[in-house]
C-alpha cells in the first residue's frame, strides 16, 4: 500500500507480502512517483512494515487500532474499510 502526504511518501508492507512484494516495494514507489504531475521536489520515501508503523505513519489512520494486527483474520479488504472512511 502507498500512501502519499505530499512531503513523505509510505510503502507499507504487510506480513502477508510475499518475496516478490517485498522486493519491488520501493520500485513500485518509485513507478508511482514517475507519473507524479505533483508540483513538488522528491518526497521522502518511508518503507513501513507491519507491526512496526512509526506514530507519524499511524497519525494519518484516525481509527488506527495497534491490537489490529494480532489476529490474521483481518483481510486487506476489511482493513481497507476500516480506515477508509
Known amino acids: 500500500m502507498i500512501l502519499d502526504t505530499f512531503n513523505k511518501v509510505y510503502v507499507w508492507i504487510g506480513k502477508g507480502a510475499n518475496s516478490n512484494e517485498k522486493a519491488n516495494a520501493l520500485d513500485q514507489v518509485q513507478k508511482y512517483l514517475e507519473t507524479d504531475a505533483l508540483p513538488r521536489d522528491s518526497p521522502d ?41
Open 45 to 85: 520515501v518511508v518503507e513501513v512494515h507491519q507491526g512496526d508503523e512509526p506514530n507519524d505513519f499511524k497519525e494519518y489512520f484516525p481509527n488506527w487500532d495497534d491490537e489490529m494486527f494480532q489476529s490474521n483474520a483481518r483481510s486487506f479488504q476489511a482493513m481497507r474499510a476500516a480506515f477508509c472512511m
